[in-house]
């Protein structure tokens, strides 16, 4: 019989790593929620309200008849059915794009994209505040990495202009996912152009609420279908579903489809999600004023919470310090409304904030109410 050696304490630091992030106010818990609940959701990405509408559970539910719970495979072997193909080309077509690739998450289309349009002999220059996403898949992309400040185009301009690399990508979110601000897009594609760039664009907090029936914010600008830009989606905010899209030209999609990593190696997404998201399609798609409710709704919020006027559908405000953003978000919700909390490393240290989520299904008397608690809990001096 084989006698193991005796316990070393190997992970005796995570302890010691808990204890730092409880002195922080960074420890973080999991708190599931029940099915049904009677207060008032600011916290969630369901900008539309599509989650529960009953004709998108209904292309989940009928999905799954269809073609079962799971994919059974990557894209390229079993996991590409008609109904990934029917998403992509609707989605394609809706935002204004040549063609769509559809992967199991907006993560791994911002993975699969940059990694994949970038590589070893490239630069990638990365806006400071990009999603989590876009900051993992620039430090695997193998390039050479520059992250300018928030919104400077000079900057970017500046990076291209002295580079001696033959390719390179710009990468932003077109909508900052903690502050609801708006990328310069117009500019930023001026900018690629003049240099020989290509301009990448988070689009999962514009679609659905920027651009005419919420085609996004490089519809919005006129950028769709450029053959230098490329758009990622997620099919699990505005859509109400799960999974995400990139989308560009054939040849950026057939470039993909050979040799982004988290689209060849991952499993393709489940038809239910695939199901849910093109039908919520066609409601975005058949109700356009539905963008316009959301943006609506934030103004309303924004005024309440003595904000400036929104240009998304997420409204902020900063704290400070991670302990008064808790305590302040577990005080709404004791009063009825649900609101999310972002701390470091989500946001800058000492930026500490609520972030509000406008809907498109609030009522009057729920907006009401919601001025009424950030009232009472004192949560004004947004920015």
Excluded at 106 to 115: E, F, I, K, Q, S
Aim: overall charge neutral; charged content about 15%; proline content about 5%.
């Amino acid at each position: 019989m084989t006698v193991l050696p005796q316990a070393t304490g190997a992970l005796d630091w995570l302890d010691d790593a808990a204890a730092v992030r409880r002195t922080a106010g960074l420890r973080r818990v999991l708190r599931p929620r029940p099915a049904r609940e009677s207060v008032i959701d600011l916290a969630s990405n369901d900008y539309l309200g599509l989650a529960r509408d009953p004709r998108v559970v209904h292309g989940a539910v009928h999905a799954a008849h269809t073609w079962g719970t799971g994919s059974t495979g990557s894209r390229l072997v079993t996991g590409s059915t008609e109904l990934h193909a029917e998403l992509e080309e609707e989605l394609a077509a809706f935002c204004g794009m040549a063609a769509a690739l559809v992967f199991s998450s907006g993560y791994t289309a911002n993975l699969g994209a940059v990694t994949a349009l970038s590589g070893r002999g490239a630069l990638v220059v990365s806006d400071a505040a990009s999603h989590a996403s876009l900051v993992d898949a620039c430090r695997l992309s193998r390039a050479r990495v520059v992250v300018t400040p928030h919104t400077d185009v000079g900057a970017v301009d500046a990076v291209l202009a002295a580079r001696s690399e033959r390719r390179a990508l710009v990468v932003t979110d077109s909508v900052v996912s903690v502050s609801g601000e708006l990328a310069p897009l117009a500019e930023l594609h001026a900018v690629c152009r003049r240099h020989g760039a290509v301009l990448l664009a988070d689009e999962a907090h514009g679609l659905g609420v920027r651009g005419t029936g919420g085609r996004g914010l490089l519809a919005e600008h006129g950028l769709a279908g450029e053959p230098d830009v490329v758009a990622t989606v997620s099919l699990s905010k505005s859509l109400g579903s799960q999974g995400g899209a990139v989308l560009g030209s054939r040849a950026v999609i057939d470039h993909l489809v050979n040799t982004a990593r988290s689209f060849v190696f991952d499993t393709a997404l489940a038809p239910p999600a695939a199901g849910g998201a093109l039908a919520a399609l066609r409601v975005l798609r058949a109700e356009p004023t539905l963008p316009g409710r959301v943006l609506d709704a934030a103004a309303a919020i924004a005024t309440a919470a003595g904000a400036p006027a929104p240009c998304s559908a997420v409204v902020s405000i900063i704290l400070g310090t991670p302990q008064r953003a808790v305590e302040t978000a577990a005080e709404c919700l004791r009063h009825g409304v649900r609101v999310g909390c972002l701390r470091p490393p989500s946001v800058p240290t000492g930026t500490s904030r609520l972030r509000l989520s406008a809907h498109a299904a609030l009522t009057d008397p729920d907006l009401a109410q919601v001025a009424q608690v950030l009232a009472t809990v004192g949560a004004g001096a947004a920015t």
